[in-house]
Every structure is written in structure tokens, then in C-alpha cells.
Nanobody, 130 residues
Framework: QVQLVESGGGSVQAGGSLRLSCVVSVSGRTFSMYPMGWFRQAPGKEREFVATISRTGAATYYADSVKGRFTISRDNAKNTVYLQMNNLKAEDTAVYYC?????????????????????WGQGTQVTVSS
């Protein structure tokens, strides 16, 4: 199984920054085999795509709402994926989830387009005050 643990959430003022981390434990496979992603869910809304990253980090994809403000990255030596969030807005308030595809041969692009069949972390709350 794949286990994911997010951290780094908290409460910040609008315009502030946070860096989320997701530590991934993989049994039988290696972390570098998986493209990874971040998704978020606000109260009363569906879970939505935020960003995904390819196995090597060479390709990244972002939701239009976060382009230019958020950066996804990964450190395969540490089995960790990050989400650097700058210039946070009240609309960014949500529970943020780290995700790995159940099928590691999926692409980061497909994860962004079709956010199903993932392993999910427990989520970390991000609250932005305006």
C-alpha cells in the first residue's frame, strides 16, 4: 500500500505563504515511480485539482486559479512532495490533500484531468484570513 502524510497547514493572512509537505511510504515499489499531486476541498465544494508533478519533476500542471502563486516540487531521495503557496488568498482556504495514483504508470497530466483512483493523505487544513 501507499501511505501519505501531509503537514504544513495552518492559518495565515491574505498575501502570506505556506509550504505543505507530503511524506510518502511505499511498499513494494519506489516513490519515484509515481507522479504526484495536490488537491483541495473547501466546505460545500467538490475536491478539486491544484497541481501535479511528473516522476522526475520535469513536468508540472497547475489549476488556473493557482498559476503563478503555487509551486509543486518533489525530492525523490526523501520520498516527499511539496506545495509552496505564495500570495495566498481567502479563496485558497480548504483542506489540502496529497495524492498518488493507484496505478503508478498514470501520468501527471491524467491525474490533473481525471482526479480519481488515487491514494489520499489525511489532509491538512489551510485557512487564509482576508
Amino acid at each position: 500500500q501507499v501511505q501519505l502524510v501531509e503537514s504544513g497547514g495552518g492559518s495565515v493572512q491574505a498575501g502570506g505563504s505556506l509550504r505543505l509537505s507530503c511524506v510518502v511510504s511505499v511498499s513494494g515499489r519506489t516513490f519515484s515511480m509515481y507522479p504526484m499531486g495536490w488537491f483541495r476541498q473547501a466546505p460545500g465544494k467538490e475536491r478539486e485539482f491544484v497541481a501535479t508533478i511528473s516522476r522526475t519533476g520535469a513536468a508540472t500542471y497547475y489549476a488556473d486559479s493557482v498559476k503563478g502563486r503555487f509551486t509543486i516540487s518533489r525530492d525523490n531521495a526523501k520520498n516527499t512532495v511539496y506545495l509552496q503557496m505564495n500570495n495566498l488568498k481567502a479563496e485558497d482556504t480548504a483542506v489540502y490533500y496529497c495524492a498518488a495514483p493507484k496505478e503508478p504508470l498514470r501520468t501527471a497530466q491524467s491525474m490533473a484531468a481525471i482526479p480519481t483512483d488515487h491514494y489520499w493523505g489525511q489532509g491538512t487544513q489551510v485557512t487564509v484570513s482576508s
